[in-house]
């Protein structure tokens, strides 16, 4: 029989993917209705691509080029567009990030918090298109003067942070919804980790649907075995005390999951070069 911190440690888990499971269950009915459609749209490709093959064959010029690879140094980023069909409370930054990434050094990502300052290393060879999002976002002053969420203090032990919409005083209310225009694939996952999201680590929040990763983020503060599912996007090398901190406070349910205690304002979020 499990022990009752067993059985705490598996509740808090559960409750830390719930609303990424809801999340999911949406995002599949939008990708059934838009199946749909594109069966129906099926018939006219095919029927295009019959008449471009019977074209090409008539046609002997090679001279026509080859999709270009990224410029050396970067890597190519699908964004996905993002409407909020699935649920999802959007904030549109009037654009996406650049195409192609840098994948090679580092970036330093700062948060300004009422707290202190907090800061990162992001390996861009690890996490190019992750950091290439975050650097794209905080040009836009995304996370400014947003809080930190949600707090998770047994079991798992996360600070979760990144949602625009955890503005102002109803912030503790937020369903943790919240992201940008766009989302992109998960990469940099601790498949061989033991633990899989060390004490330190600075990871991407996502529902369980692949390629659902935005703006939002959680702070490990506590080592911590979670599914090989979430990008890592960095280590913290200031700053940790402050978390842990928050952690010590508790949540304001008294819960072992809820909105924290302490609050952590996010004052300005920045990227620069490391």
């Known amino acids: 029989m499990s022990s009752i911190k067993d059985r705490q440690r598996a509740a808090a888990r559960a409750r830390l993917e719930k609303e990424m499971a809801e999340r999911a269950a949406t995002a599949k009915k939008r990708r059934q209705r838009q199946a749909i459609i594109g069966s129906a749209l099926a018939v006219v490709v095919i029927a295009g691509a019959a ?5 090409a064959l008539g046609n002997d010029d090679d001279s026509t080029p080859s999709a270009s690879a990224p410029p050396a140094g970067t890597v190519a980023c699908e ?9 999802g409370k959007v904030t549109d930054t009037g654009g996406v990030p650049p195409a192609n990434a840098p994948n090679t050094g580092t970036s330093t990502l700062t948060m300004d918090t009422n707290l202190g300052a907090i800061t990162a290393t992001v390996d861009l060879a ?3 298109c ?3 999002a975050f650097t794209y976002l905080a040009s836009k002053k995304f996370w400014d003067g947003s809080k930190c969420h949600r707090l998770v203090t047994e079991g798992l032990k996360v600070l979760q942070c990144g949602d625009p919409s955890a503005k102002g005083k109803g912030y503790r209310d937020t369903d943790g919804q919240g992201g940008p225009n766009f989302r992109y694939a998960e990469e940099n996952l601790p ?8 004490k330190g680590t600075i990871a991407m929040a996502k529902t369980q649907a692949p390629s659902s990763t935005g703006s939002q983020f959680f702070i490990v503060y506590e080592d911590t075995t979670l599914p ?3 990008t890592v996007l960095g280590t913290i090398t200031k700053g940790l ?3 842990e901190g928050v952690g010590k406070a508790g949540t304001t349910t008294g819960e072992t999951d809820g909105p924290p205690k302490k609050e952590v304002d996010i004052k300005t979020l920045t990227m620069s070069a490391a």
Not at 79 to 87: F, Q, R
Not at 191 to 198: C, I, K, M, S
């Open 241 to 243: 005390d402050l978390v």
């Open 130 to 132: 992750t950091g290439a």
């Open 228 to 230: 090989a599912e979430y």
């Open 79 to 87: 964004w996905i567009p993002e409407d909020g069909s699935a649920g």
């Open 51 to 55: 008449v471009w093959i019977v074209a």
């Open 126 to 128: 690890k996490a190019p």
């Open 191 to 198: 498949t061989n980790a033991t633990p899989t999201y060390p």
